[in-house]
């Protein structure tokens, strides 16, 4: 026989206590495809008084961990999934994404015509 599990148990269970700090120092180093679970529950709840029991600054320290999270990868930085475990609990996945090119420090493009003289005017 299956028992329901409530959603704050089933958020409790077993959730990856990851830092806002660890998120952003693990998207630093990570290379495209590198998969992060920063969050096992039910993120919207688990935030809220009504989601398992933790101190009022652990709470805190996870809706700052899934604000960075939705900041990153609004930024371009991750990809952030969800991968469904049951009944009101997911893994919460951070994805890293592909860095854009960017030119060496220091470096300006210039157009190739900028600044150029006419040969007849040069003297």
Known sequence: MNAAVPVSMASAM???????????????????????EYHRGFLAIDR???????????RSALAQTGAVA???ASEGGVHL???????GSCS?????????????AGSVAVPRDAGAVPLETAA
């Open 14 to 36: 077993v959730s990856p206590r990851i830092s806002e700090f660890e998120l952003r120092a693990w998207v630093v180093q990570a290379r495209p495809g590198d998969v992060l």
């Open 48 to 58: 809220t008084p009504l989601g398992p029991p933790m101190s009022d600054e652990e």
């Open 70 to 72: 939705m900041r990153l």
């Open 81 to 87: 999934v969800q991968r469904r475990l049951g009944p």
């Open 92 to 104: 919460y996945l951070a994805i890293a994404r592909r860095r854009p090119r960017s030119s060496p």
